[in-house]
């Protein structure tokens, strides 16, 4: 009897040729989720290209697909390293190709991946209600951490004031990125966004705000303002990293943030926030950020979630 050939080969790396199927097989797989979830004729949309291209080039050697026997795509995996720091997503199996093992190989061969990049924290995030996805990563050693609250805060009208940013810095480029990169190693040893900091500006989908005392660089938040969804206008500003070496910076942080906002004249902020950071958490919540979604963060056994002892560093774990 004939049977259809179930063979899978990769990873490969994918190229730019490569997003619309990358965007099929997105919308399709979390589409299926929606509605096993329960949402019913809830249709995800399909990504940005240019998001897609910051994905790609951000996860480097760690972008991995896997193509069945006719060369189509069926999963992806897009993995990720921030200096110590490694997370994968978005991944996804093609709605008629999954239970067939491919999710659960695609997620060991990115930890594989990030263990011999030398990264110490290794995980991803995932919808809280999706209970078969949380026992599917913690039956290959991922275990549940903290929440990641997305939260949102509307942009005032005029605020007054100009913020200082990164794409500023003309001839001073490399030395203000070097600012961000000691920073960000003093507040949790071993990070480095530089990378995600340059590619944001080289591919021109938002900035890296920068606070200062004294001359001194205290406070950084890299976003994207570009449109996370195609065809959509653009209406926010979503903060990827935060780095803030006290409290009081990352106050400050967030009053040049409503500046870029204003100037990028989107109507809201959105800052997901790891709830670890209880203070940081309650605060926003007084300054009246508003709950918009929540996210799951999991974590690999032995390679947990730094904590740093002074100051704020937030990463967000999603494009």
Known sequence: MWRPDRSVRGPDRPTLRDIESLNRVFADAFTDRYSRDGLVGVRVPQLNNLVWRYALEDAGEGSMVWRDADGHMVAFNMVHRSGTEGWMGPLAVRPDRQGEGLGSLMVRTGIDWLRAQGATTIGLETM????????????????????????????????????????????????????????????????????????????????????????????????????????????????????????????????ALQLSAASERVTRIAIRCQTEFIGTYLRLIELGYRVHWTDLRMLLQGYPQRVPAEGVLMSNWEI
């Not at 209600?129 to 805060?153: A, M, W």
């Not at 007054?160 to 810095?169: M, Q, W």
């Not at 606070?211 to 660089?217: A, K, N, P, T």
Request: charged share 25%; with cysteine.
């Open 128 to 255: 809280p209600r999706t209970v078969d996805n949380i026992g599917f990563y913690s039956r290959i050693g991922l275990v549940p951490s903290h929440l990641t609250v997305t939260l949102v805060h509307d942009v005032p009208r005029r605020p007054s004031g100009l913020a200082e940013l990164l794409s500023t810095a003309a001839q001073a480029w490399s030395e203000r990125l070097d600012e961000c990169r000691r920073l960000a190693d003093s507040v949790l040893p071993g990070v480095d966004f530089t990378r995600e900091l340059a590619l944001t500006h080289d591919l021109g989908i938002g900035d890296t705000t920068l606070v200062r005392d004294g001359g001194r660089l205290v406070g950084f938040a890299l976003w994207h303002s570009t449109p996370l969804a195609a065809g959509r206008p653009k209406d926010e500003l979503r903060v990827l990293k935060v780095v803030a070496a006290s409290c009081t910076a990352f106050e400050r942080l967030l009053q």
